[in-house]
């Protein structure tokens, strides 16, 4: 009997293991973005050309309260910087309008994600203290 127990309890483990493995290594959509992870990914990737804590702009506009925001560039096909939006032109910007001078190296799916979870973070905190996502600017 005790042989048995020994032998349920390991498979156990084993699926536990397993399970936690799958979770962190095998990204899915039951992933959700983490906007932490996102605001790392955008002071290394971003912030040498964007202001992420201020509207004005630097190299290019600034970030901060950017998402849900109109476009203040024209020739970009989108009326909202929602997820789809800035994923598309985080995928791509020079997919989305030829001519921009905007340059970005590759992000993967989930560094977009996140980032994009990062600044609509920020736009949030900047609503609730009762801040404007009005200001000019978009990516």
């Known amino acids: ?5 020994g032998g349920q309890a390991g498979v156990l483990r084993s699926v536990l293991v397993l399970g936690v493995l799958s979770m962190l290594l095998l990204p899915g959509p039951a992933c959700a973005a983490d906007a932490a992870r996102g605001a790392i990914i955008a002071r290394v990737r971003c912030s040498a050309c964007h202001f992420l ?5 630097k190299l290019g506009p600034g970030l901060l309260g950017i998402y849900d925001r109109a476009p203040s560039i024209s020739g970009v096909p989108f009326k909202r910087w929602d997820a789809h939006a800035l994923d598309a032109w985080l995928s791509g910007p020079r997919k989305v309008k030829v001519n921009t ?7 993967t799916p989930r560094d977009r994600a996140d980032v994009i979870a ?3 973070q920020q736009t949030r905190r900047l609503m609730a203290s009762g801040g404007s996502a009005a200001s000019p600017g978009s990516p």
């Open 101 to 107: 001078t905007m340059v970005l190296p590759p992000l």
């Open 1 to 5: 009997m005790d042989r048995r127990k």
């Open 53 to 57: 804590n201020r509207p004005e702009h």
């Open 118 to 120: 990062y600044l609509k």
